[in-house]
């Protein structure tokens, strides 16, 4: 099987490109080329017996596969929010190729059976290539270490408690110890228990009109720069997920200029939104960490544009309606956001001049594949096909019961968005495509 595409826009991974012709053969790229001759390319497949399909796509933006470090798939146990099949659908509709799994299941990704659970049902899917995070803890209860070593001899990428934050410091001074001489990387929720004290928003004008008990930026950046040194002092890498406060990534900037191994992903909700936005009290405006306020959103936008935010993650949290339908109080933290993620972004960052496309790009392909040692991200000959074809000018208003997910909680509903995936190809094989392409 051959597949050519015709005069497309291409980000490669490093850098756009006006138009271009790219050949796929079997899993891999073979050729890109300002015209490749369609004649010469039938001739040649015709030899060999293949098929071919040919694609125009004028006006469209090819780019590598999308790659997201913070995915909650819920399952095991939590089926009835998500499955590793309603997922890896909702991030092929998303254009997302590679995806991390969160640990906060049910049993916990402590153990190598869990790890060895997923890779297993994640392999019967669409395609979409699934890596688990393991647990820093024993059923992330932040007391006792998972055995790190049988959890990377069973795959996982990192290490992470996501969800919650490891409160011992004693604790994370050891888990970052192991890590190093394992070299995995620890991903970090930055949450000190203490000062977030089951608040419900980001501590500021809107949870006081609401009257609703607030989350200080404090219980974040605490944990931030805590994390910061006990990594230094174990040379580890640490990587923060889900940054929300302006004073997180102002100590994120000092440990990369003294040259700590440290890097950050930000999600599209916070860039996007500040508590501003929160228009009703439901539930869906709610995710931990809060959407916080516009100062802080602009100092994330701004990190992401300098590098000192090096990726986007979706940090895609689905739950059911009656987790989330009652009210921000009595509601579950977390977003969907794997089939919203691109033309969020495109529409609200890069159409409004705040941040490049390149930019965008880069931080959701070659830079987590880079970060996380990912044999994916860019589009040259010889590299594996997971691509993602885009519509940059389809223009859709965001409903809901269209979602692949069973998470229904996006804040992202009836948003009038640009810039929307029709064609998502893992190695060679397309595993989602819009009904009109
Ligand atoms: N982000 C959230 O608000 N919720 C996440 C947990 C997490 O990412 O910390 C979840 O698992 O639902
Ligand atoms: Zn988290
Ligand atoms: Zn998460």
């Given at each position: 099987m051959a597949v050519l595409i015709k005069n497309v826009q291409l980000f490669d991974g490093r850098q756009l490109h006006k138009s271009k012709d790219i050949l796929i053969e079997n899993e891999k790229i073979v050729a890109i080329e300002d015209k490749i001759d369609e004649r010469l390319v039938e001739n040649a497949i015709e030899d060999n017996y293949q098929d071919i399909v040919k694609i125009n796509a004028a006006g469209k933006l090819l780019t590598p596969g999308f790659i997201d470090m913070h995915v909650h798939l819920r399952e095991p146990g939590f089926e009835y929010k998500e499955t590793i099949e309603t997922g890896s659908k909702a991030a092929a509709k998303g254009g997302f190729t590679t995806i991390a799994c969160m640990p906060n299941t049910k049993p916990v990704t402590d153990s190598k059976e869990i790890v060895e659970y997923i890779y297993e049902k994640a392999n019967v899917n669409n395609g979409v290539k699934v890596y688990p995070i393991g647990a820093i803890t024993i059923g992330e209860k932040g007391q006792e270490l998972t055995n790190f070593q049988e959890l990377k001899d069973a795959g996982i990428i990192a290490l992470s408690d996501d969800g919650r934050g490891v409160q011992n410091a004693k604790l994370m001074q050891e888990a970052f110890n192991?890590?190093?001489?394992?070299?995995?990387?620890?991903?970090?929720?930055?949450?000190?228990?203490?000062?977030?004290?089951?608040?419900?928003?980001?501590?500021?004008?809107?949870?006081?009109?609401?009257?609703?008990?607030?989350?200080?930026?404090?219980?974040?950046s605490i944990m931030v720069a805590r994390d910061i040194l006990l990594a230094e002092s174990a040379k580890a890498h640490v990587h923060f997920a889900h940054l929300s406060a302006k004073e997180s990534v102002d100590w994120i900037e000092v440990a990369k200029a003294k040259g700590i191994h440290v890097t950050?992903?930000?999600?599209?909700?916070?860039?996007?939104?500040?508590?501003e936005d929160i228009l009703e009290d439901h539930g869906n405006y709610k995710v931990n960490p809060p959407i916080r306020s516009n100062e802080d959103q602009n100092a994330l936008i701004d990190a992401l544009n300098k590098g000192v935010?090096?990726?986007?993650?979706?940090?895609?949290?689905?739950?059911?309606?009656?987790?989330?339908?009652?009210?921000?109080?009595?509601?579950?933290?977390?977003?969907?956001?794997?089939?919203?993620?691109?033309?969020?972004?495109?529409?609200?960052?890069?159409?409004?001049?705040?941040?490049?496309l390149e930019r965008v790009l880069e931080s959701l392909t070659s830079k987590p594949?880079?970060?996380?040692?990912?044999?994916?991200?860019?589009?040259?000959?010889?590299?594996?096909?997971?691509?993602?074809?885009?519509?940059?000018?389809?223009?859709?208003?965001?409903?809901?019961?269209?979602?692949?997910?069973?998470?229904?909680?996006?804040?992202?509903?009836?948003?009038?968005?640009?810039?929307?995936?029709?064609?998502?190809?893992?190695?060679?094989?397309?595993?989602?495509?819009?009904?009109?392409?």
């Open positions: 192991n890590a190093k001489s394992l070299e995995i990387p620890i991903i970090i929720h930055a949450e000190d228990d203490s000062l977030a004290a089951s608040g419900h928003l980001h501590d500021g004008q809107k949870a006081k009109e609401l009257n609703i008990k607030g989350i200080p930026s404090t219980s974040e950050c992903e930000v999600t599209p909700q916070h860039l996007v939104m500040c508590d935010i090096d990726i986007i993650a979706t940090d895609h949290a689905p739950h059911s309606d009656d987790e989330k339908n009652s009210g921000i109080e009595k509601s579950y933290f977390g977003m969907t956001g794997l089939e919203t993620a691109f033309a969020v972004l495109y529409t609200k960052l890069v159409l409004t001049g705040k941040i490049s594949a880079e970060i996380f040692n990912i044999n994916r991200g860019h589009i040259f000959v010889g590299s594996v096909a997971d691509m993602v074809l885009i519509d940059l000018n389809d223009k859709k208003v965001v409903e809901v019961d269209k979602f692949e997910s069973k998470g229904k909680n996006s804040p992202f509903i009836n948003w009038d968005l640009h810039g929307w995936p029709v064609l998502t190809m893992v190695a060679g094989k397309v595993i989602y495509k819009d009904e009109r392409v």
